[in-house]
T-cell receptor, first 115, second 115 residues
């Protein structure tokens, strides 16, 4: 079974500061990992994903994440926060190309950006 | 890019009635569809997985007779909430996977309110 834990349900940063959202996963098979952003009453938008290959993944809007197998982590970072980054962020894991491919989500982290 | 259209975006229904939510893949063939439920300020809970032409597989604890899922074609999947009650009020989101690429495309979600 797979699972995702997002450390910190609420993160607050100042505009221009570093954003770090933490995600740890558990998977019995090589995982595919994703970060999504959700704005109120909207669906999910993919920020970035890791499947295979390079462990540092760059996504949209200046976000990036690094897959660290030894730490079972996939933390999301952005060097400088913008007010528009305030939203709900979800880390998710799937079982890759095998089995069901179900996407399992973490609990979510609310990012607040202060002016 | 891949687009999934979900309708309606909002629906209010009376207790005891049924509501149908549609998800259409507009520019790809959705071989697998996932249906999620999201409670306020909570993560996405996977309800069921459906493959085109097959019966849906429901997650543990999800009532398959209440949440009817049909995936009769490669471009359309529907979720019908039967005999809806106020506790069924929630945000429902679909997600589709297609052949030829690995990714999950999400609909924009449906806000269901049962009064």
């Amino acid at each position: 079974a797979q699972s995702v834990t997002q450390l910190g349900s609420h993160v607050s940063v100042s505009e221009g500061a570093l954003v770090l959202l933490r995600c740890n996963y558990s998977s019995s098979v090589p995982p595919y990992l994703f970060w999504y952003v959700q704005y109120p009453n909207q669906g999910l938008q993919l920020l970035l994903k890791y499947t295979t290959g390079a462990t540092l993944v760059k996504g949209i809007n200046g976000f990036e994440a690094e897959f660290k197998k030894s730490e079972t982590s996939f933390h999301l970072t952005k060097p400088s926060a913008h007010m528009s980054d305030a939203a709900e962020y979800f880390c998710a894991v799937s079982d890759g190309s095998g089995n069901t491919g179900k996407l399992i989500f973490g609990q979510g982290t609310t990012l607040q950006v202060k002016p | 890019g891949a687009v999934v259209s979900q309708h309606p975006s909002r629906v209010i229904c009376k207790s005891g009635t049924s509501v149908k939510i549609e998800c259409r893949s507009l520019d790809f063939q959705a071989t697998t569809m996932f249906w999620y439920r999201q409670f306020p300020k909570k993560s996405l809970m996977l309800m069921a997985t459906s493959n085109e032409g097959s019966k849906a597989t429901y997650e543990q604890g999800v009532e398959k007779d209440k949440f009817l899922i049909n995936h009769a074609s490669l471009t359309l999947s529907t979720l019908t909430v039967t005999s809806a009650h106020p506790e069924d009020s929630s945000f429902y989101i679909c997600s589709a996977r297609g052949t030829g690429y690995y990714g999950y495309t999400f609909g924009s979600g449906t806000r269901l309110t049962v009064v």
